[in-house]
């Protein structure tokens, strides 16, 4: 194992038991703390190589708000957190899905595509490769605009997916086709984490870290879970007023919580969840209730990504939440990421760093996903990991994992995740393996 791979720590799922779900990411404070603040972004990139992008930009803000110096994030950080995002999605939906869902055989489908795929094109700016993803996604992927794809979304969110999937030629169609039985029947239904709202989201238009300009309209921003203080216990009573002091005592309430390395968020029976289907800017807002919502919401992701005003799509922001401490959140891939930060007396030095990744909430003991693995049916064994390693990988984890009893020897004629014929995977199922920021294709270690 590389110092890297101990450092990022591992998951062990235990399907239809109690507790269902052990380990998690490691702390990485320790690592920060006492190093130069200009250090940061990039040591927390290297630490978080799957999602680096995010977290670089999401440190850079959160010094910065602890100094005082609003606004002083570059106005290309939201073009570069959008092709990092979209490059992540491709990663997990062209690689990843065919190798971890028993569709391996479907994976070669993809390889014409990614060559093409302008994301990785080394030699292009944020802005050309962003413009060419609209058109390698309509021939490789949608077979339509994403703006055709989208308007049939809006007026049918219900079945618009799976109508298209019925229909389309491209692998990302043919590869959901293959496991939408059993995705719909992966149910993971729980709470989801919404501390922003449209109206706090910080996007490209507004600089980050600027305090957040509030919205007299708040009857679509409404969030969900209704607490006024980032916490989650279910309800969806709108009982938050959404006004800008409620926002930010939101925000307030969660540094403090990090600063005391204390639970982050508040919960009742399960803690809440955060992915692609909880963007603060999502127009639909469905509730996810399965594996099958969950993946789709990464292509929904993507192809809003590609569409017209793509670059206001993920939130992000900062603020100062007392002397020399800054809270920055960032919307990526994987959910929402936030880092709290507090610098020395001189400001030249971190003193303390709490980094919560959607991976904490996501994969915790009490989290959606544990209850649902933990729910599962009574199965044969086989049948039972295929379905735990459908969930992990819907919820998408930042780090290893490997699934109680995986790579013992599997009875002859069980079906997989996709049904009978397909190669099943073996051993540790590393779902964080991604490509290379430049060469499609690459695993990371």
Do not use: K, Y
Not at 20 to 28: I, K, N, P, Q, S
Not at 131 to 139: E, G, K, Y
Not at 164 to 192: I, M, N, S, T
């Amino acid at each position: 194992m590389t110092v890297l791979a101990a450092l990022a720590g591992g998951l062990h799922l235990r399907p239809a038991r109690v507790p269902a779900l052990a380990g998690g990411r490691t702390d990485v404070a320790h690592v920060a703390i006492g190093r130069p603040v200009a250090q940061l972004p990039a040591l927390l990139g290297t630490l978080h190589a799957l999602c680096a992008h995010a977290h670089r930009c999401t440190a850079s803000r959160a010094v910065a708000a602890a100094l005082g110096r609003h606004g002083e994030a570059a106005a290309a950080d939201a073009q570069a957190l959008r092709l990092g995002t979209a490059r992540d999605q491709v990663a997990r939906i062209a690689i990843d899905w065919p190798l971890h869902l028993g569709t391996a055989a479907q994976g070669g489908s993809f390889e014409p595509g990614l060559r093409e795929c302008p994301l990785w094109r080394s030699r292009s700016v944020h802005a050309d490769a962003l413009a060419a993803l609209p058109d390698w996604l309509a021939r490789h992927w949608l077979g339509q605009t994403p703006a055709v794809w989208l308007a049939a979304l809006e007026a049918d969110p219900a079945r618009a997916v799976q109508a298209w999937c019925e229909r389309a030629d491209g692998p990302v169609a043919a590869l959901l086709r293959r496991v939408h039985e059993a995705a719909c029947a992966a149910e993971a239904r729980g709470p989801a984490w919404r501390p922003l709202d449209d109206d706090l989201a910080e996007s490209s238009a507004g600089p980050a870290g600027a305090p957040p300009e509030v919205s007299s309209d708040r009857s679509r921003n409404r969030t969900p879970n209704g607490s006024p203080d980032g916490s989650c216990d279910g309800s969806s009573d709108g009982s938050s007023d959404g006004s800008p002091g409620s926002q930010r005592a939101r925000l307030l309430a969660l540094a403090s919580r990090l600063a005391r390395r204390t639970e982050p968020v508040r919960a009742g029976d399960v803690v809440p969840d955060t992915g692609p289907w909880t963007r603060a800017r999502d127009p639909l807002r469905a509730p996810a209730r399965d594996a099958w919502t969950r993946l789709v919401s990464r292509l929904v992701d993507l192809v809003r990504l590609a569409a017209p005003q793509g670059e206001h799509w993920l939130a992000h922001g900062a603020m100062n939440t007392g002397p020399r401490q800054g809270l920055a959140w960032t919307e990526m891939a994987r959910g929402l990421l936030v880092h709290w930060v507090a610098l020395e007396a001189d400001g030249a030095r971190v003193a303390d760093l709490r980094v919560l990744a959607p991976t904490d909430l996501n994969f915790h003991p009490r989290g959606v996903l544990a209850r649902a693995l933990g729910a599962l049916p009574a199965l044969p064994a086989r049948d039972a990991r295929a379905a735990a390693r459908l969930l992990a990988v819907a919820f998408d984890p930042c780090v290893a994992f490997d699934i109680e009893g995986e790579g013992e020897a599997e009875g002859a004629g069980e079906a997989d995740v996709a049904g009978a014929g397909e190669a099943d995977v073996e051993g540790e199922v590393a779902v964080g393996r991604g490509i290379d920021a430049e060469r499609p294709g690459a695993a990371h270690a």
